[in-house]
């Protein structure tokens, strides 16, 4: 496999379920990222992941917890989410932060969370 | 507030044409611009980019234009094909790439054969 993976890509879940999203970058890079994609909103960036650290957390709600073992992969846990958490996240891997703000961000294919 | 913004959320273009997507932004601190692509169950690709101090990049059939003073960048693509339909973004950073990108909500393009 090659360049950034998801999975699941489509995930149903009950505002009392607890699931995961998993993101693997097989690119070497070395920050890791998770955005949030909502209808007619746009991209935002919800948590940075530099070696393995967390640089950035864009005042997300602490129902999303994301997880950073090693720099190919990262997770992005859910508990009691809510019906406006449904959408598309998005995993997205560069060599560090500045190239990724300067065209070298590498997106996964997305996992598209709906909740009931 | 949306700093970065795509007032077109669709645009229809004939085969063979010139498709224009517009994009316009609110903070003079934006020195680096971004256009991304995405197709239906992938994830967004990097298309082509543009720093504040030129006007016009040009790649292929890909062309942005940044004018500065409206604050407005523009993606032409010429001539339009079907594998160009897709939903684009526009993005921005300052301090030439140190600050995060700021993405606008997208345009979907659609190429008619």
């Known amino acids: 496999e090659t360049g950034v993976t998801q999975t699941p890509r489509h995930l149903v879940m009950g505002m009392t379920n607890k699931k995961s999203l998993k993101c693997e970058q097989h690119?070497?890079?070395?920050?890791m990222y998770w955005y949030k994609q909502s209808a007619k909103k746009p991209l935002e960036l919800m948590f940075v992941?530099?070696?393995?650290?967390?640089?950035e957390n864009n005042s997300v709600p602490s129902r999303f917890s994301p997880e950073c073992p090693n720099s190919s992969h990262l997770f992005l846990h859910l508990h009691t989410l809510q019906p406006e958490d449904s959408a598309l996240y998005l995993c997205?891997?560069?060599?560090?932060?500045?190239?990724?703000?300067?065209?070298?961000?590498?997106f996964g294919e997305g996992s598209r969370l709906t909740v009931l | 507030d949306q700093q970065v913004k795509q007032n077109s959320p669709s645009l229809s273009v004939q085969e063979g044409r010139i498709s224009i997507l517009n994009c316009d932004y609110t903070?003079?601190?934006?020195?680096?611009f971004l256009w991304y692509k995405k197709y239906p169950a992938e994830g967004p690709t990097f298309l082509i980019s543009?720093?504040?101090?030129?006007d016009k990049n040009e790649d292929g059939r890909f062309t942005v234009f940044l004018n500065k003073s409206a604050k407005h960048l523009s993606l032409h693509i010429v001539p339009s094909q079907p594998g160009d339909s897709a939903v684009y973004f526009c993005?921005?950073?300052?301090?030439?790439?140190?600050?995060?990108?700021?993405f606008g909500t997208g345009t979907r393009l659609t190429i008619i054969p």
């Open positions: 997205a891997s560069s060599q560090d932060p500045q190239r990724a703000n300067t065209g070298e961000l590498f």
């Open positions: 690119l070497g890079h070395n920050a």
């Open positions: 992941y530099n070696f393995k650290e967390q640089t």
């Open positions: 903070n003079s601190m934006f020195d680096y």
């Open positions: 543009i720093s504040s101090i030129k």
């Open positions: 993005a921005a950073s300052s301090n030439f790439g140190n600050e995060k990108l700021t």
